[in-house]
C-alpha cells in the first residue's frame, strides 16, 4: 500500500470517469471481484486475498447504475471528510448518503450494508483501506506498555495510564510511535484477563506491550497489532480460550478473512502466534476439572475450521482440533485463576514464552 | 456507604460467626431479602431500593447450607484479594471458589450464578459493593475532558490521550480526581458518537466531560458518573438513541435497577437527565426521514416502560412513550449525521443545553 494521499486519488478517480464522459464513453470503474470465488489462499504469504478475477461497474447498465451511484457518492463523501479534516463511522456515512436522488422517489441507500460494500468497494478501486479514506469501524479495547506515541498534537505515554490503559481509537492511522521499548506484543480476547495482567504490571517485568479488545478483533486493533510488527518487528502472541471460538480469532488475526481478502496485505498479520489455552495446557497445567462440554455449534465450528486450507495441512494444528473433539470440552483462560490470583502473570505467561511454547 | 476498611468488615463477619458457634448456636446471617417482592420505588430519592424484609441464611439447614458456605467461600476470596493487593473478575472468583468439597464430591459453585449471587449477598452482608470487595464487573468504555485524575501512583490528564481517550477500568474506586474542570458530563451509548464529539473538541469548546460505553453501562462507567456527580457537583446529560433501549439505559443509571437495588445508593443516580434524542428533537430537527419502524419487541419494551412506578406519573415521559407509539417508529443519534458532519456538535447539542432542553 503506497503512500499517497487519499485524495489524490479520488480526484483521480473522478477525473477518469470525466474524461470516459468527454470521449463520449459509458463511465465505468474497473476493480478486482469481491466474491467468495475470487478468494483464494495465498499458500506463500499465508494469506487470505483476492485472485485475478476484475468486475465493471459502469453508469449506463440496469444492472450497475445503482451500485455505481452509490460509489461515487460514498467517494464524494469521503472525499469531504478529507477536505475538512474530519472522520465519520460506518452508520454516519449511511446517513450522509442516505439521500433521495433528485426527481425520483428512490434513495440513494436504504440499508447500511449496501453504503459499507460501497466502501468496501472504493478501498479496493482507491487501494486505500477506509481508515485512510477517514472512514472509521468499531472503538473498542485497551493497551499498555512501554512506548510513548503522538497522536492529535498529544504525547502518549502508554506505561504511566493507571488502572485503565489508553483506549484504542477506531482509526489508527495517525498515530506516530515515538519510542517502542518492548519485546513482543501479548493479545488477548479479554478485558478481564488485560486487568489481569496489567495489575501484575507483567509488561513492565516482561518488557512487552499488553493489548486487548472484548470479543472479536477490531479494525483498529487489527491495524495497531500490524503497525507494531510491520514498523517494529515485534512479535504477536494470541492469548484465547481453548475452545473453536478463541481458534478462530487467531485464525482471522493471521490469515486474514473472506471479508477482508480486498485489504489482507494491511491487516493480515502472518507473524501472530498461538499463546494459548492449548490442549497441552491442558494436561500441564492440570485443568481438566474446568472443562465445558462442547456444545454442537462448538463441534461444526471446529469442523469448519479443521477444513480451512492454512490448517488442513497443519499436523499441530490438527492435532489440537482433535484432542479438543476428543475432551468433549472447551476451556476457558480464566480457568487458570483456580490456580492461584496470579497464576496466570507469574507461572503460566513466563513458562510458556521462555519455553516459546506457541502454536503457529 | 461508610468508608471503613473492607477487612475489618470481613473480619466482623467472620469474628460473629465464631462467637456464634462458641456459643453453640447454628451460626447464622442476617440480611435484608434479595427478592422483587422487597424492591420497592423509594418516591423521595426516586431509586429503586430494598425494602425492610429480612432473610436468614444458616448452617445447620438442609435449604441454606451450600449458600451458607457459597457466601464465606466468596468472602475468603475477597478478603485474600483484599490482603495481597489485587483484583479478580466475576467469573475469576467462580474459578476460585470452583473446588470439590473435601470428603465429597460436590463442589462448592458449579454455575457463575451461584458464585456472582454470594458476591451480591456479601455486598449487603457487608455494606459494601464489590468493587470496594476488589470484585471487578466488566471493563468498558473511554472519557476525554479537563479533568486530571491519580490512579496507581500515575497523574493522568483525560485532555491529552490523543483520539483514543483514557480508558475506563472495570474498577475505578481507588482513583482520586486531583482537578476537574467542566460545566457537566454528556454520557452516551455509542463509541461511534463520541469519536464524532471528540475529534470536535467539543469537551474543550463547552467545558464539559464526554464519557461512552458500548451498549448497556458498566459498573465501572456508573460509578465513574455517579462519582463525578456525588463528589464534583456535574450534572449527568444522556445522549441515547431514540428508541426504547436508549430510555432504558437512561431508566437503569437514573432510578437504579431490580438487580442493582441493594447497592442503590452508590450506583443510581438521580441527577441524571435525558438529553436526546426525543421525540421533539424529531421535530425540530426534521428527522422523520431516517425513521426505523418499531418491532414487536420495541412495542413490548415501550409498553413495560410506560408501566414503570418511576414513568407512570410523569406527563412528559408519557408523552414521549405516546409519541414513538404514533411514529410507530424510532430514530438513532447517528441520524444527526445527515444533516452535516459536525452537526451534533455544532448546533444540536449546543441549542439543547443552551435551552436546557432535557427530560427529568
Redesign the interface.
Known sequence: MKEEKPQKKLEELGKDLVQQIDKGKNPTIEFSLRSLSNVVYDKKDQILRLGEKVQERSFFNVGHAKKFLQTLEVAKVSK??LD?G????L??????V??TIPGSSANIVDEQVESDKAIEDLELITDLFREKLHI?A??????AGNVT????????NWS????????????VE??KFRSVKAKYVIYMEK??V???LH??KFWDKHNCIIVTS?GQTTRGIRRLLERLTSEHKLPIYVLADFDPWGFYIYSVLKFGSISLAHMADSLAIPEAKFLGITADDVESYDLRK?FIKLKEVDYSRLKQMADYDWFRNSKHWQRQFKLMKDFGSKL?I?????KG??FISDKYLPEKIKKADFLD
Open positions: 469531504t471528510l475538512v474530519k472522520h465519520a463511522s452508520r454516519d456515512v449511511f446517513y450522509m442516505k439521500r472509521n468499531n472503538k473498542m479495547g485497551s493497551v506515541i503522538e497522536d492529535t498534537g498529544d504525547t502518549i504511566k495510564l493507571g488502572s485503565g490503559g489508553w483506549s484504542i481509537p477506531s482509526n495517525s498515530i478485558q478481564a488485560w486487568e489481569r495489575e501484575d472484548q474446568h476457558e480464566q480457568a487458570l485463576s483456580s490470583i496470579t
